[in-house]
């Protein structure tokens, strides 16, 4: 199984860079997403880690190290529209990859 | 391009009463999976199914059953409601093949009174 360990809230101001992180244990795995989801709304994708390191998209960044069960979502120059909850994601290397959702992190964007 | 279409997008119930929720996926996925959200909680994995067959279970309770059709569209019925069913109830869809990014639906938000 997974368990999904990230901040339940954190808040930061608009203009800076702020770092969410997510920690997991996995019996298998096989890529760690972060998905962006406002209130009532469907999650929408973020990014994908499969391989150690870094992958930039725009303003959002995420990194992850496999060894240390470690991933983060680094948002640069934030938007006061950024304030959502922040899901990090783990698929199971299973034949059929189910993905397994940690408890999210409600970003705060303040002036 | 198509999205994940859910039906319907709101659904009121009296406990006990059945409900069912409908999605049908992005043509050409072929997994698709229900997740369950209570206010302010994250997705909790209930179902998924993989060309038809279901491939893995989660927090589903017994009261509810899911199937995919043979056009892959996906159904997830509720018998017995009680008031903690009131969720957002979510359907996504990814081609297995692909990187595995699920799309989702808008939802389907089921209050039980």
């Known amino acids: 199984g997974q368990n999904i360990d990230q901040p339940t809230e954190m808040t930061a101001t608009e203009g800076a860079i702020v770092q969410i992180n997510c920690t997991y244990q996995?019996?298998?795995?096989?890529?760690l997403f972060w998905y962006q989801q406002h209130a009532g709304e469907a999650p929408t994708f973020l990014s994908y880690?499969?391989?150690?390191g870094l992958e930039e998209k725009g303003r959002f960044s995420s990194f992850l190290s496999r060894s240390k069960g470690y991933s983060y979502l680094l948002l640069k120059e934030l938007q006061m529209k950024d304030s959502a909850s922040y899901l990090c994601?783990?698929?199971?290397?299973?034949?059929?990859?189910?993905?397994?959702f940690g408890t999210g992190t409600k970003l705060q964007v303040i002036p | 391009a198509a999205g994940v279409i859910q039906s319907p997008r709101h659904l009121i119930k009296e406990k006990r009463e059945t409900a069912t929720l409908k999605c049908y996926p992005i043509?050409?996925?072929?997994?698709v999976y229900w997740y369950q959200q209570g206010p302010g909680q994250d997705p909790q994995f209930l179902i998924s199914?993989?060309?038809?067959?279901?491939?893995d279970k989660g927090s589903i309770p017994d009261r509810f059953s899911a199937q995919q059709f043979s056009d892959y569209h996906s159904e997830l019925n509720m018998s017995s409601l009680e008031l903690g069913d009131s969720a957002l109830y979510f359907c996504?869809?990814?081609?297995?093949?692909?990187?595995?990014?699920?799309?989702f639906g808008e939802g389907s938000r089921l209050t039980v009174l």
């Open positions: 880690n499969v391989l150690d």
């Open positions: 043509p050409r996925h072929d997994t």
């Open positions: 996995t019996s298998g795995f096989n890529g």
């Open positions: 994601a783990v698929r199971d290397s299973g034949g059929y990859q189910k993905v397994t």
């Open positions: 199914f993989y060309e038809k067959m279901q491939s």
């Open positions: 996504a869809s990814r081609l297995r093949e692909d990187t595995g990014e699920l799309f």
